[in-house]
């Protein structure tokens, strides 16, 4: 029995930062291969899954990567100074853990206000002496993510990696329930996604896939302050018709759409002016490839504290997997 939480907890206690996905890339493929046809690494340093089937070729990918801080500068008192790689604000992150263990606190100069603050203005303090000190601990471009806290309440999960991880378990627990698929289903797991969608790029050109879903997660604006409430937690996947990076293919969309009435699975849709997905990198492909995008809702997304739904993740699992075994005509 797939456990949506205890596959969560384990892959947020592994720091995967762009670039540097190895070690949950490892535990990905570990839990995936008893299920698997085929369980390859690509030179980029994707983890490609596939399950046979007859069918169309379905690529579904999910970012593995984390936003994270880079260090840049040590100084004198054995304080770090840091660039972001990718989508990540320093304010939202208190406390960040490096691949080798080592944690710090990530804090802004007193002199200068939250409304001034630039990048130069914020440091790590990993409680080093010295320079010589702290450099025995981290290196130049060593990379920090933050310091996985995870818990649940209630149908509600809490924790600063959902909107890297939900895509992985979405896709492990689809994987886990095929069997004999109508579809020939590639599973993606993408690195460097972060900072460019890099993953879904070159492993879409190898794959040559018929179709591409991409599976990720979308701001909720279901809170306090808000003038509208457009997503929201608890009413299900959200089928995304463009972002930034893709406009979704019509019959994708019809595909999903007709999908969700036929299995009475709950749906919410959307349009963003920004944002997007490894779909927007793999459309592009070779002669162009039909994709699409389902999400999850997640409050607070890129803080400490993102918040989501185990019924709207099972929702986005349902959907696909009743999606990927019909016959697919667009």
């Known amino acids: 029995m797939f456990d949506t939480y205890d596959t969560l907890l384990k892959l947020s206690s592994i720091a995967a930062p762009s670039g540097n996905e190895q070690a949950l ?9 008893p299920y698997a046809d085929e369980c390859d690494t690509d030179t980029l340093g994707n983890l490609i899954v596939r399950k046979k089937g007859s069918g169309k070729k ?13 260090v ?19 304010e939202e992150i208190k406390n960040v853990i490096f691949a080798n263990g080592t ?4 804090c802004r100069e007193p002199k200068v206000k939250t409304s ?77 996604d972060e900072v460019g969608h890099r993953g879904a790029k070159t492993a879409a050109f190898a794959a040559d896939p018929d179709i591409c879903l991409s599976i990720g997660i979308t701001n909720a604006s279901d809170i306090p302050g808000t003038k509208a409430s457009f997503i929201s937690l608890n009413k299900g996947a959200v089928i995304r018709l463009r972002d ?53 809702p997640v409050r607070y997304a890129l803080s400490s504290t993102e918040t ?4 709207d993740i099972s929702s986005c699992v349902r959907l696909i997997y009743t999606a990927i075994n019909t016959e697919v005509n667009l």
């Open 25 to 33: 890339r490892n535990c990905l493929a570990d839990l995936a291969k």
């Open 58 to 70: 379905i690529l579904l990918t999910s970012q593995m990567d984390s936003a994270g801080l880079a």
């Open 72 to 90: 840049t500068h040590i100084d004198e008192k054995g304080f770090l100074r840091f660039c972001r790689v990718g989508e990540v604000e320093p």
């Open 103 to 106: 944690r710090g606190a990530v």
């Open 116 to 192: 001034d603050a630039k990048d130069y203005n914020y440091f790590i303090d990993i409680g080093a002496a010295s320079r010589n000190d702290a450099l025995n601990i981290v290196n130049i471009g060593d990379i920090a993510v933050n310091s996985a806290i995870i818990y649940t309440n209630n149908d509600n999960i809490f924790s600063p990696f959902l909107s890297s991880r939900i895509g992985c378990v979405v896709l492990l627990q689809i994987l886990s329930m095929l069997n004999n698929p109508i579809n020939d289903i590639y599973f993606l797991f993408c690195t460097q």
């Open 244 to 296: 930034n990076a893709l406009i979704s293919h019509p019959g994708v969309v019809s595909w999903l759409e007709s999908a969700a009435d036929n299995a009475e699975i709950p749906i919410q849709r959307e349009v963003l002016s920004k944002g997007g997905t490894g779909a927007g990198a793999a459309h592009i492909s070779r002669a162009g490839v039909p994709s699409g995008t389902v999400t999850v």
């Open 308 to 311: 989501a739904c185990l019924s």
